[in-house]
C-alpha cells in the first residue's frame, strides 16, 4: 500500500512525459508529449477512423528512428563518411507454430523485419551487413 501512495504521489509532483486520452466511443487518441500534439488511430476495417497513424505505426517509427539515431552516432564517434541512414520497419503477424525458435506454440506473434541502408563513400572495411 505505501508503494500505491508513494506512486501516487510521484505522480502528483512530476507530469507524466506521455498522456493520451481519448474518448469511450471510438479509437481516435490525442496524445500529448512535452509540446508536441499528435494523435492515433485505427484503419475503418477494424472500427476506426483512419484519421492519424496506428499504434503499431508509432512503434515501428520510434523503433526505425532509434536504429537511425543510433547508427549516425556511431558513425559520427567513428568519423565514417556516412551521409544517409534509412530504415525501412514491416510489422507482421505470423502463426506460433510456424516459429521454430519460439517456446510458445499457439496464438499469434508480432513480427517486426528491419533493413538498414546506409549512403555516402563507406569502405565495406569499416561497415559490416
Known sequence: MESIQATEAAMARDPADVVVRGKATGFLQEIVSGPFHLQADEPVDVGGTDAAPTPYDYL???????TSMTVA????????PLQDVTVSLYHSRIHARDCSECETKAGLLDRIQVEVELSGPLRRSSVRS
Open 73 to 80: 552516432l556511431y558513425a559520427r564517434r567513428k568519423q565514417w
Open 60 to 66: 515501428l517509427a520510434g523503433l526505425g528512428a532509434c
